[in-house]
């Protein structure tokens, strides 16, 4: 287990090494300067912002020095809000976005996996043909579209819920119910497959012929294989709902990481940006690698040479 955590440790310092790379480069060649707007700054206070943030020294040079902060855990001082450093913005988005996507991926968990165990457990029913058919509704609509007819209903028809900002837990309800919906989909038509193919197997009619009764036979036999493709699923989950929160936390008014993005890529921002992609890949990689040591807890057959 040591030796799969250090290998993957490994990894995750090359692979933020080449994102940080390949961001670098392609926020310094793109045009604009984070200092044009409509009113031009006099040209000597232009020269002491570009003096700076280093803008002023060859490309070389402003490469090692960022990949240096970069190594002492600095992510810089935003080029906008220039009374902050990225660490500190991040330090303040984090939480919501956190909230918010936490929120998403239980619910989306819990719903699909319920739904997908239920339909399979009574599969041709009446059930199964209705929980599978919402289930396709909702790997065809994105969530900007679910995002819309939620906020038409429920805060215009049925004004239940505040259509957009943040502050109480009734402002996370309806963006975590967007932004999750089409992962319980998924997960839902996941788990009805695995559970199929589970309850086919021979040990499942051997539990059944010791007399168990079926809830038993589902949830203590079953279930445990069955949720190993919901597991596999999880690490791309965790990718769409952090991709998809930058729509989402748009679409409400949210002040999290995704939104924080958007804004650093319309006001040129590079160093909130290049902070955010970082953090990202991070992420990403650390529940990729947490969905993967979960293997060896699911199935015993797998090992840690395995994964």
């Not at 998924?186 to 012929?209: E, F, K, P």
Request: include cysteine; proline fraction near 6%; aromatic fraction near 10%.
């Amino acid at each position: 287990m040591i030796g799969y955590f250090v290998k993957r440790g490994l990894w995750l310092l090359l692979t933020v090494w080449v994102v940080f790379t390949l961001t670098w480069l392609l926020a310094n060649a793109s045009p604009g300067s984070p200092f044009s707007s409509e009113r031009s700054l006099p040209a000597e206070i232009e020269a002491n912002l570009r003096r700076h943030y280093n803008l002023d020294k060859p490309a070389h040079v402003r490469y090692l020095l960022d990949l240096g902060n970069l190594l002492r855990g600095d992510l810089g001082v935003s080029s906008k809000q220039v009374d902050f450093t990225v660490n500190e913005l991040v330090s303040l988005c984090w939480p919501v976005s956190a909230a918010l996507g936490l929120a998403a991926l239980a619910w989306a968990a819990v719903v699909g996996l319920v739904a997908g165990v239920v339909s399979a457990a009574r599969r041709g029913s009446l059930a199964d043909y209705s929980l599978m058919s919402i289930a396709t509704v909702g790997i065809a609509l994105p969530n900007f579209v679910i995002a819309g007819f939620a906020i038409l209903l429920f805060s215009f028809l049925i004004p239940l819920l505040p259509p957009a900002g943040w502050g109480s837990p009734r402002y996370l309800l309806m963006p975590a119910f967007c932004l999750g919906a089409p992962y319980a989909a998924y997960i839902a038509r996941i788990s009805r497959t695995g559970m199929l193919d589970v309850l086919s197997q021979d040990y499942i009619r051997t539990a059944r012929a010791k007399g168990l009764s079926r809830r038993a036979v589902i949830l203590k036999h079953a279930l445990p294989t069955a949720v190993i493709p919901v597991v596999s699923f999880l690490g791309p989950a965790v990718a769409g709902i952090i991709t998809g929160s930058l729509v989402i936390e748009k679409l409400f008014a949210i002040p999290g990481i995704g939104y924080s993005f958007v804004q650093s890529a319309i006001d040129n921002d590079t160093p909130m940006a290049m902070g955010i992609v970082v953090l990202y890949t991070i992420l990403l990689f650390t529940m990729n690698t947490l969905v993967d040591a979960a293997y060896t807890w699911l199935d015993p057959r797998v090992s840690w040479e395995d994964v």
